[in-house]
């Protein structure tokens, strides 16, 4: 449990500090109120084994949508917002989340909102906490909650359908693998004793084959753990969207994704230029954003900013200057959105369609060239015996 130093006033006007521990800020004030003292300044000091508090790890995008879907119903249902986040505590399988759901519920109990105690816990995306505050604004939480579960459910409807196009050839690599190794390690040193019986100069491939097999054996170990600490380094460094192949192919996913979000936090009302701040960390170039926003500070508007950018297709400008034209800036927004992700499906299709034959011939290729490798010499003495 997080642990405060505070500064407050007593009944009497004197200054009081002092520590005390709570589950989160709200309900410390509030344990200060109870005991008749006024707070001024409250920091946060340590948890009770003596480490400073960290920022939690961030709530997953599963649990985001699980989030929204949930808290929009029940406030729909005429619940109150602190019996919504108890529900969602009990029905939460995770002791994190829980945790997070009980601070959450004492934050606004006392008196904060909605959308500052879940931006205060630093733990969900900055554009729901966003839209959020957003809504509470306007009184239209629900509605907005119902938007961000649907852009939710699209972005992992979409991160599904990305890996699907990266799992057939990484499995196909790692069977392929698999077979050369055992070939390499297993076959190859059976043979090799009745290569060197044959007194004959063997073939170039063979002797290549052997010092492969060779060399694996000896330094396999070593070589496999280098490939998985480079493997695991690349999946921690690397988002979904920097390992696919093709930059073209990365860029109108990329679009999709932005221009997805963008169009749906302009509908929450949050300003053009606040929204562009929350969806450029979604771009492997996070920086083409930043100047795009710092020209639209400057009186630009945004099909112009993009335009001026440099980085951007120009069928997606287009459409964006168009709806900015008629007033319907949102609306072209999701339409770029929809038009990238067209695009971006046709080419995973003829991708997947060249990758799958291309990995075939490829192993079937080096297999092939083992095969040959081993069957040479023993043709060869088969000619001798002869």
Request: a positive charge; glycine letters at 8%; aromatic letters at 6%.
């Amino acid at each position: 449990m997080p642990r405060f130093r505070y500064t407050a006033y007593d009944v009497q006007g004197k200054p009081v500090t002092g520590e005390l521990e709570g589950i989160s800020e709200g309900s410390a004030v509030q344990a200060l109120r109870k005991e008749g003292l006024v707070p001024v300044e409250l920091r946060v000091l340590a948890d009770r084994h003596g480490a400073s508090r960290k920022r939690g790890e961030q709530v997953p995008l599963e649990d985001h949508l699980l989030f929204c879907r949930s808290l929009a119903g029940y406030l729909r249902g005429g619940l109150t917002l602190s019996h919504v986040l108890v529900l969602l505590g009990k029905q939460s399988p995770s002791e994190s989340l829980r945790e997070l759901y009980s601070g959450l519920k004492a934050e606004v109990e006392a008196g904060k909102s909605l959308g500052a105690a879940m931006r205060e816990s630093r733990r969900f995306r900055g554009d729901l906490v966003g839209m959020v505050e957003s809504g509470e604004r306007s009184g239209s939480l629900p509605q907005v909650l119902d938007r961000a579960a649907r852009l939710y459910r699209l972005e992992i409807s979409l991160r599904r359908r990305v890996r699907s196009a990266l799992t057939y050839p990484l499995v196909m690599f790692g069977v392929g693998t698999v077979v050369v190794v055992f070939l390499l390690t297993y076959v190859v040193p059976k043979l090799s004793a009745l290569f060197a019986d044959m007194g004959e100069s063997l073939p170039l491939p063979t002797r290549l084959l052997l010092w492969l097999s060779a060399f694996l054996k000896s330094a396999g170990i070593p070589l496999l753990l280098a490939a998985t600490a480079f493997l695991l380094f690349l999946g921690r460094k690397r988002s979904l969207l920097s390992r696919l192949p093709f930059r073209g192919l990365k860029e109108r996913i990329t679009l999709s994704l932005v221009f997805s979000h963008l169009a749906t936090l302009l509908d929450c009302g949050i300003p053009l230029v606040q929204a562009l701040s929350m969806v450029a960390p979604m771009d492997p170039a996070p920086g083409r954003w930043d100047s795009v926003s710092e020209r639209i500070r400057k009186g630009y508007r945004l099909g112009q900013a993009l335009h001026d950018e440099g980085s951007f297709p120009e069928d997606a400008v287009y459409i964006v200057q168009v709806g900015e034209a008629g007033g319907e800036l949102s609306e072209a927004l999701q339409q770029v959105a929809d038009n990238s992700w067209e695009i971006a499906e046709n080419r995973m299709a003829r991708l997947a369609d060249l990758v799958e034959p291309a990995m075939v011939l490829a192993l079937g290729a080096i297999v092939g060239f083992v095969v040959v490798a081993i069957l040479l010499p023993i043709f060869d003495l088969s000619s001798l015996i002869r």
